[in-house]
T-cell receptor, first 115, second 114 residues
């Protein structure tokens, strides 16, 4: 079975400070990993994904994430947070060898960047 | 750019009513999905479809059905709405055959069942 955990419901960070939103996963075999962001009253927007290759993935709006196979993690990071980064962030995973099964999403982490 | 549109942003319905939520995508995607989003529960998959007239149950299909008569349109049907179906409903589409590809989401429909 595939699963993903976002251990923090809420992350608070001061503007200009680095931010990290945590994600750990469980799949059989190798994963495809995604981060999505949801701004208030909007649908989800794609941020970045890990498919293969370089463990450090760069995405939209200055975000990046590092795939760590030994720790089964895919934490989202940004060197300097902006107030406009305040949103709900979702991590998602699927196994590369799970046939037609869809993505499994985490429960989301609400990021609040304080000016 | 991919565009996924949902027929309503907000809906208010009565218990027992039949409710139709429509989703249309303009990128000729094979795969389409319906999720519901609830605080503390994240996104939960209701149904998905890999092709016209095909459907697969997701994690929480009870109380819902779907229809995909045309490739670009995927409808979610609440046969007899209940208050526990009050939620945000999100539709998504994705290129078929390549499951590393990105899902594109619509803006969501916030449904209130009274």
């Amino acid at each position: 079975a595939q699963s993903v955990a976002q251990p923090e419901d809420q992350v608070n960070v001061a503007e200009g400070n680095p931010l990290t939103v945590k994600c750990t996963y469980s799949v059989s075999g190798n994963p495809y990993l995604f981060w999505y962001v949801q701004y208030p009253n909007r649908g989800l927007q794609f941020l970045l994904k890990y498919i293969t290759g370089d463990n450090l993935v760069k995405g939209s709006y200055g975000f990046e994430a590092e795939f760590n196979k030994s720790q089964t993690s895919f934490h989202l990071k940004k060197p300097s947070a902006l107030v406009s980064d305040s949103a709900l962030y979702f991590c998602a995973v699927r196994s590369r060898n799970s046939g037609n099964t869809p993505l499994v999403f985490g429960k989301g982490t609400r990021l609040s960047v304080i000016a | 750019d991919v565009k996924v549109t949902q027929s309503s942003r907000y809906l208010v319905k009565r218990t027992g009513e039949k409710v139709f939520l429509e989703c249309v995508q303009d990128m000729d995607h094979e795969n389409m999905f319906w999720y519901r989003q609830d605080p503390g529960l994240g996104l939960r998959l209701i149904y998905f479809s890999y092709d016209v007239k095909m459907k697969e149950k997701g994690d929480i299909p009870e109380g819902y059905s779907v229809s995909r008569e045309k490739k670009e349109r995927f409808s979610l049907i609440l046969e007899s709405a209940s208050t526990n179906q009050t939620s945000m409903y999100l539709c998504a589409s994705q290129t078929g055959g390549y499951f590393q590809e990105t899902q594109y989401f619509g803006p969501g429909t916030r449904l209130l069942v009274l």
